[in-house]
């Protein structure tokens, strides 16, 4: 078996703003005997609409793809079709508007697993394989003067086209059909000795000679990273792109147990800083099926960049040519915490993959939790140790959307009718599922920089929320459940019939979601509790972290039980999720929608909350 020591960081060179995203990750089974990383690195058209709000778009849905569908038999597929719906995700974004055609961004993705490494690339990001003093560029170059090349080394030499730059893309993400995946279904096999290299193209500035020195010359995956950042710099290149770089070392078991620096799933957007402490800046991500409609800081950009940048389709076939159109800041400043918190680290957010196993805490935080629900919302209780609950009172509703709506998994719209039933106001937070695996025995999800007592409790499946209900029950005496697909629906709108239940517009300020403009960093969760409560008394509905649901997920609402049980039958394996999440675009936090994950899967966007029907 090998090991792999694994970092990675950016730069924006000469660019204003950054359009680069990279996310370093962790994969695993639920039952632990098969781990793998995964890297992935996509790189923002510059000067193009929202070309960073493209990349981390393309970063966080490969992401969730492939964490849904890992392990499997068939990776290479998983990774192809990965990439796939990376691509989607932007081509719903401009179906809804038009504005942000010419957006994209390419990617290349690696997993490395026990002794091999796997990948997906679209554009002319690299895979690096440096090896007995040698480096060799693993995946293709979807560049002219990659196909230019190629079409040399199969003898068949081909004169360059007139005023075609031999940087300019033959494929990309962008929305429209995908010319050319790289994605070998054989995988590379690794040894003791290698190292990866994946970066963006602003590693061009370095000759594969400077490169090559650079990995001989620094021992850890972090010292390679900062060097070779620090070479780009140095050099001092005019217009210097953006540039991300990530290095894996390979080693052997028998040596010390390496570090992997980042394991929580999160998309990282690094703005300019000398290495080796890059400053991390907020930045937007939307996911696939989650990429719906502008709010007003989206519709703002559209016009800026209809503005300013326009020429979009030229400056694409010329994108190494042409000085970057400044790109709108479409992040937000975080907002400061209240002052009785302790602002989270961001060198927290790094967890050790070598570190052993945590006991459990025997006395977890206890926190109370505020604020309480306004006046003329239902009565609220709590159950020992128990998360605090609020009475949903009994009514009829019209469940999923009409038949005029493109989401066909959202139809029929059909009447429900409900009995008396109550709700955790609040997402089940971090501080109360301490309780329970303390009381257990089990493992507390790790999440870094997440680990606010007041933060939602996220990387627990749908079995672990399961498990946290049944030991609930036992504890208070009382019928603790997962909500069905209905009980959550009906909480959710709480009387309201529009998209959202403060109306048909996402607004500004009313949740925690990619475009809610809330001054809060858009690539976690926040602590529960910070917005206002619908009608009903219940918290963050719509967005924070999506919530698992009992429900097996059914493509469709036909033969769906009218009393608010859960939906039976269906495809077991995969379980239904609701909310949308911090990451989640407008079509993605909307009442009626609806999403569906392998019941064993955790992420950083997936918590839950719970009913009481007794």
Not at 41 to 54: K, L, R, T, Y
Not at 168 to 191: K, N, Q, V
Not at 512 to 530: I, N, Y
Not at 548 to 571: I, L, R
Request: charged share 20%; net charge negative.
């Amino acid at each position: 078996m090998l090991t792999f020591d694994i970092a990675g960081a950016q730069i924006d060179g000469a660019r204003d703003y950054q359009e680069d995203a990279f996310l370093i990750t962790r994969l695993s089974d639920p039952s632990g005997e098969r781990t793998a990383s995964l890297v992935v690195v996509a790189d923002g058209m510059g000067g193009h609409a929202a070309g960073n709000v493209a990349s981390n778009m393309a970063v966080q849905t490969f992401n969730k793809h492939l964490t849904s569908n890992y392990p499997s038999e068939t990776l290479s597929s998983v990774l192809r079709e990965a990439a796939l719906q990376a691509n989607n995700s932007i081509t719903e974004t401009v179906r809804e508007t038009a504005a942000l055609k010419g957006m994209g961004c390419t990617l290349v993705a690696t997993v490395v697993e026990a002794q091999s490494l796997r990948w997906v690339s679209v554009g002319d990001s690299h895979l690096y394989l440096v090896r007995d003093r040698e480096i060799k560029k693993q995946n293709a170059d979807h560049s002219y003067g990659g196909f230019l090349a190629r079409m040399a080394e199969q003898g068949k030499p081909i004169e360059p086209e007139a005023g075609f730059s031999r940087n300019m893309l033959m494929s990309a993400l962008t929305g429209d059909e995908i010319a050319d995946i790289d994605c070998p279904e054989t995988p590379l096999e690794l040894r003791a000795g290698d190292r990866l290299v994946i970066a963006s193209d602003g590693l061009d500035t370095l000759s594969h000679g400077k490169v090559l020195t650079f990995m001989d010359n620094t021992g850890s995956a972090r010292d390679c990273v900062d060097a070779l950042l620090k070479a780009v710099q140095d050099a001092k290149m005019p217009r210097q792109d953006n540039t991300t770089i990530v290095v894996v070392v390979v080693g052997e078991k028998s040596s010390p147990a390496p570090k992997v620096e980042p394991t929580v799933t999160r998309l990282t957007n690094v703005a300019s800083a000398p290495p080796p402490s890059p400053r991390v800046a907020p930045m937007p991500i939307e996911t696939s099926d989650e990429s719906g409609g502008p709010g007003k800081l989206i519709i703002a950009v559209i016009l800026a960049l209809v503005l300013m940048g326009g020429g979009g389709y030229w400056y694409w076939q010329h994108r190494s040519q042409t000085a970057p159109v400044p790109l709108p800041d479409l992040t937000v400043p975080e907002q400061p915490p209240a002052p009785a918190e302790t602002p989270p680290s961001t060198a927290s957010a790094v967890e050790e993959a070598s570190a052993p196993p945590q006991a459990p805490t025997e006395k977890p935080p206890v926190v109370a939790l505020e604020p309480t629900p306004t006046a003329g919302t239902g009565t609220t209780f709590r159950d020992g140790a128990g998360p605090l609950m609020v009475e949903i009172p009994p009514g009829s509703f019209l469940m999923g959307s009409p038949d005029t709506a493109a989401e066909f998994n959202e139809r029929p719209q059909h009447a429900v009718k409900l009995s008396k039933f109550a709700i955790g106001v609040y997402e089940v937070t971090i501080a109360e599922y301490g309780r329970f695996a303390a009381a257990t025995g089990r493992r507390m999800p790790k999440a870094g920089a997440l680990d606010h007592p007041k933060n939602p409790v996220v990387f627990t499946s749908w079995n672990d929320a399961l498990n946290y209900t049944q030991w609930l029950s036992k504890n208070t005496g009382h019928d603790y459940r997962l909500p069905s697909e209905a009980q959550w629906e009906y909480a959710a709108r709480a009387g309201t019939t529009a998209n959202y239940w403060w109306g048909r517009e996402l607004g500004e300020g009313h949740a925690h979601c990619f475009a809610c403009e809330t001054g809060l960093d858009s690539r976690v969760p926040t602590k529960v509790g910070r917005f206002k409560p619908n009608p009903f008394g219940v918290y963050d509905t719509v967005g924070n972290v999506q919530e698992w649901v009992y429900d097996c997920y059914h493509d469709n609402y036909n033969g769906a039980p009218g009393d608010g049980s859960v939906f039976e039958g269906g495809d077991c394996r995969q379980r239904v999720v609701r909310g949308g999440a911090f990451s989640s675009g407008p079509k993605g936090l909307r009442a009626t929608a609806r999403d569906k994950l392998r019941a064993e899967s955790a992420n950083d966007s997936l918590g839950f909350r719970v009913v009481r029907v007794d």
